[in-house]
């Protein structure tokens, strides 16, 4: 809800954050190396497999970095 909120004050009528979920995670596996887990990671998604869930237990802060800041200049001129 918070970023559906932050998308509207931004003034940008007809996005929608399913929609910039969905573009990040094409533009993360067409353009970058950036693993699968790390992207879903970047994106906050759970890890549904609950056996997964209980041995992971990093952030993979710099994992995630990396991408979101390519994504940065990309999102921003698109």
Not at 4 to 32: C, D, K, P
């Amino acid at each position: 809800m918070a970023m559906a909120m932050q998308v509207r004050r931004l003034g940008y009528n007809g996005i929608t954050v399913h929609g910039l979920r969905s573009t990040f995670r094409n533009w993360a596996s067409e353009q970058t190396s950036t693993s699968h887990e790390t992207s879903e990671h970047a994106l906050a998604h759970r890890i549904n497999d609950k056996a997964e869930a209980a041995y992971r237990r990093g952030n993979q802060l710099e994992e995630r970095r990396l991408p979101l800041q390519d994504w940065e200049p990309f999102a921003s001129t698109s």
